[in-house]
């Protein structure tokens, strides 16, 4: 299934429409402006939340956690050495853990498990700002992979926004 997350301009906080090939909006992530720390809640049409997204910071870096029916449904952190290309890490309960690796200037990654694709994020076709089209594999959990989506645009975007305040 392919999907397109394009970050909404005029809302208040970090709010996103996620689209079906149709261009029909089936999930959002609402930002939320007031809550303590960097919260986002991935919903579908009818505003049930699906998965809640949390900014934490653990062993002195930076990590988002993904939880699903309050239930911890994964950990995703950058890796701490990555020559070249970025590398992200997807831990999930038990077995299956996820891998994204990707470039961070042309905004391209790739999710898989093991050798198996679960899904590619690209701007590659999308010439607007902050807009990625997000194909997931048929099988695959679409709403942890939109949530991971949504999170490594986060952690690129906090990283660029970093490099150009210094």
């Known amino acids: 299934m392919r999907y397109v997350l394009k970050?909404?301009?005029?809302?208040?906080?970090?709010?996103?429409?996620?689209?079906?090939?149709?261009?029909?909006?089936?999930?959002r992530i609402d930002g939320k402006v007031l809550a303590i720390g960097d919260k986002l809640?991935?919903?579908?049409?009818?505003?049930?939340?699906?998965?809640?997204?949390?900014?934490?910071?653990i062993s002195f870096r930076t990590a988002y956690e993904i939880h699903r029916d309050g239930r911890h449904a994964a950990t995703v952190t950058k890796a701490l050495f990555?020559?070249?290309?970025?590398k992200f890490s997807?831990?999930?309960?038990?077995?299956?853990?996820?891998?994204?690796?990707?470039?961070?200037?042309?905004?391209?990654?790739?999710?898989?498990?093991?050798?198996?694709?679960?899904?590619?994020?690209?701007?590659?076709w999308i010439s607007i700002r902050d807009t990625y089209a997000i194909d997931v594999a048929e099988g695959e959990d679409?709403?942890?992979v939109l949530?991971?989506?949504?999170?490594?645009?986060?952690?690129c975007h906090d990283e660029e926004e970093g490099a150009h305040k210094s």
């Open 142 to 144: 679409d709403v942890l």
């Open 7 to 27: 970050e909404k301009l005029f809302d208040l906080g970090d709010d996103y429409a996620i689209r079906d090939e149709s261009g029909r909006e089936v999930y």
């Open 82 to 86: 990555s020559p070249f290309r970025c």
């Open 90 to 124: 997807v831990d999930v309960p038990g077995p299956g853990d996820l891998e994204a690796r990707g470039d961070i200037l042309d905004h391209e990654y790739e999710l898989t498990r093991g050798d198996q694709k679960v899904a590619e994020i690209s701007k590659r």
């Open 147 to 155: 949530a991971c989506a949504v999170v490594l645009e986060r952690m």
């Open 41 to 57: 809640v991935l919903e579908d049409r009818e505003g049930n939340a699906l998965a809640t997204i949390r900014k934490k910071l």
